[in-house]
């Protein structure tokens, strides 16, 4: 049972970059699903979620409106679109699958936003 998460980590100020998340062992349909970010000296922050139910999503304040969590149901995998990258943004990226007792962390993805 895992995550394991893929994506070229670097982006351009103003482009886009999608990170992915491949669940293997589990459905991941099944799970609340959530990205987190992690930037050097910070604490690890909650940036977007995907319930199983419905496919409602929620995301925090500073990415809404231009990060886009995602779901392949046939590949079992989630995803996060990053668009038009913010100064913020640049961290090491988690995927996490939650169902009651049980949760899964991806191995985590460096984003950096450079030209």
């Known amino acids: 049972v895992e995550l394991v998460e893929s994506g070229v980590g670097l982006v351009q100020p103003g482009g886009s970059l999608r990170l992915s998340c491949a669940a293997s062992g589990f459905t991941l349909s099944r799970y609340v699903m959530r990205w987190y970010r992690q930037a050097p000296g910070k604490e690890r922050e909650w940036v977007a979620t995907?319930?199983?139910?419905?496919?409602?999503?929620d995301y925090t304040d500073s990415v809404e409106s231009r990060f886009t969590i995602s779901r392949d149901t046939a590949k079992n995998t989630v995803s996060l679109q990053l668009n038009s990258p913010k100064p913020e943004d640049p961290a090491v990226y988690y995927c996490n699958a939650r169902r009651g007792y049980n949760e899964y962390w991806g191995q985590g993805t460096q984003v950096t936003v450079s030209s």
């Open positions: 995907m319930m199983s139910i419905g496919g409602v999503t």
